[in-house]
Antibody
Framework: EVQLVQSGAEVRKPGESLEISCKASGYRFTDYWIGWVRQMPGKGLEWMGSISPRDSNTRYSTRYSPSFQGQVTISVDKSVTTAYLQWSSLKASDTAMYYCARLQGGLMTQFAYWGQGTVVTVSS | NFMLTQPHSVSESPEKTVTISCTRN????????VQWYQQRPGSAPTIVIY?????PSGVPDRFSGSIDTSSNSASLTISGLKTEDEADYYCQSYDNNIVVFGGGTKLTV
């Protein structure tokens, strides 16, 4: 059974750094891209970016939405089949629910499986 | 990049049929597959239609997807509406290594 289990809720102050995680199981980790999706309170889904665990160290392994390029970093650790979403300096506007989702193949496929979400609250 | 536009909300009675549209503003809707996701309150999204018309296992055949190139739009149709179908629905597509979601439609049953 494919499972994506995300880390717990986080509360941070503006300017602080943060990394949230998405532990994958039930399939070969390197065979499928993983993406991150933001949902701000009361708003819709926004694609942030996706990564190929197979090619995670190559130039073309990660794709970012233009809206999030340079704002976050997506990475994976194949040894623990986990994907990460990282901020170096949080803003209040980063307050949202964040979902990881496994694609059904490459980047241009559907988000077939979703994590339960991680709530991030940024407040002074 | 392109945008996908959905109606903000739709409402229909139980046992009726409802259709939710998703219009692409540039580029052909047929160039890339369209997916549909259901998000019930307080839950993560789940996929109900992929590749325009395909239903994942476990999704009732009351859910169907279609493409209309004349209006450059995709549609999600739910027949025999049940109260459990009340949720937000999002279309999604991609192009040039960019993934785009529609703004979402709130379905009230």
């Amino acid at each position: 059974e494919v499972q994506l289990v995300q880390s717990g809720a986080e509360v941070r102050k503006p300017g602080e750094s943060l990394e949230i995680s998405c532990k994958a199981s039930g399939y070969r980790f390197t065979d499928y891209w993983i993406g991150w999706v933001r949902q701000m309170p009361g708003k819709g889904l926004e694609w942030m970016g996706s990564i190929s665990p197979r090619d995670s160290n190559t130039r073309y392994s990660t794709r970012y939405s233009p809206s999030f390029q340079g704002q976050v970093t997506i990475s994976v650790d194949k040894s623990v089949t986990t994907a990460y979403l990282q901020w170096s300096s949080l803003k209040a506007s980063d307050t949202a629910m964040y979902y990881c989702a496994r694609l059904q193949g490459g980047l241009m496929t559907q988000f077939a499986y979703w994590g339960q979400g991680t709530v991030v609250t940024v407040s002074s | 990049n392109f945008m996908l536009t959905q109606p903000h909300s739709v409402s229909e009675s139980p046992e009726k049929t409802v259709t939710i549209s998703c219009t692409r503003n540039s580029g052909s809707i047929a160039n890339n597959y369209v997916q549909w996701y259901q998000q019930r309150p307080g839950s993560a999204p789940t996929i109900v239609i992929y590749e325009g018309t395909q239903r994942p296992s476990g999704v009732p055949d009351r859910f169907s997807g279609s493409i209309d190139t004349s209006s450059n739009s995709a549609s999600l149709t739910i027949s025999g509406l049940k109260t459990e179908d009340e949720a937000d629905y999002y279309c999604q597509s991609y192009d040039n290594n960019i993934v785009v979601f529609g703004g979402g439609t709130k379905l009230t049953v």
